[in-house]
């Protein structure tokens, strides 16, 4: 309770079951900055992943993850202006609400295509590269017709989605990368602690923001040093700087 009353400022009183957790201005810009900061670097590393992609396979996978990276801090930076200084506009916030969480399903599986599409896999692991499709579909569907009403049965369907392909990805003959891959899920997972906290933690949701740039780092980090990058890139490129 003392706790509460020493971020009062910071922080409003936790959501009703139904409804949703209402912001203080300072929690409102932190949500924004938190992920605007991240648009560009995320357009220049999925420009990089498309400069180094020696075929058109790895061309098209380049664009399908960074189109899903670019997307989730483009759509959830346009979500958060909108809740902060467009509030009123409800039928409008509601929307890009919608579109927020629907774009995790989508981040979630363009996250697994480049491993999914660049990794030699068994014929029964690689059904998942459709899959995973159908179950951001799935996603889809369920944000617009159950938006925000079981909100338990919405983290089980992202938790479900983040670690069943993974099964898939740990049989693979070629393990690299694997690490990287388990360590950027285990710090999503520990950023859904923060992502169920509003209103017990101040600004808790700009940290579970702060957890998820971290993880789709660390797991950029691995599609670039183990799917992408090879010596001969960076002696084209040294070649032609000099
Ligand atoms: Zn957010």
């Keep these: 309770m003392r706790f509460q009353n020493r971020f009062q400022r910071f922080m409003n009183h936790p959501a009703p079951a139904n409804g949703r957790y209402k912001p203080t201005c300072y929690e409102h810009a932190a949500n924004c900055y938190t992920h605007a900061f991240l648009i560009v670097p995320a357009i220049v590393g999925s420009a990089l992943l498309h400069w180094l992609s020696d075929d058109c396979w790895e061309k098209i996978t380049a664009w399908i993850y960074g189109v899903g990276l670019c997307a989730l801090f483009i759509v959830s930076t346009v979500f958060h202006i909108v809740s902060w200084k467009k509030s009123h506009l409800r039928t409008v916030e509601h929307c890009f609400h919608m579109c927020d969480r629907m774009v995790i399903y989508l981040f979630i599986a363009a996250s697994y295509t480049p491993w999914l599409n660049l990794r030699e896999l068994g014929p029964l692991a690689s059904h998942m590269r459709w899959f995973i499709w159908l179950m951001a579909a799935g996603g889809t569907i369920y944000v617009f017709l159950y938006h ?19 099964l898939v990805v ?36 700009a940290i579970w923001h702060l957890f998820v740039a971290t993880a789709a780092a660390v797991h950029y980090y691995a599609i670039w040093k183990y799917l992408y990058r090879s010596p001969t890139d960076y002696a084209t490129l040294m070649t032609k700087l000099y």
Aim: proline share 4%.
């Design 148 to 166: 925000e009403k079981y909100k338990v049965v919405e983290l089980f369907f992202y938790l479900t989605m983040g670690f069943s392909p993974a």
């Design 170 to 205: 740990t049989s693979m003959n070629n393990t690299d990368g694997l690490h990287e891959l388990a360590g950027g899920g285990l710090i999503y997972c520990l950023g859904v602690v923060f992502f169920k906290s509003d209103g017990v933690i101040p600004f808790a949701h």
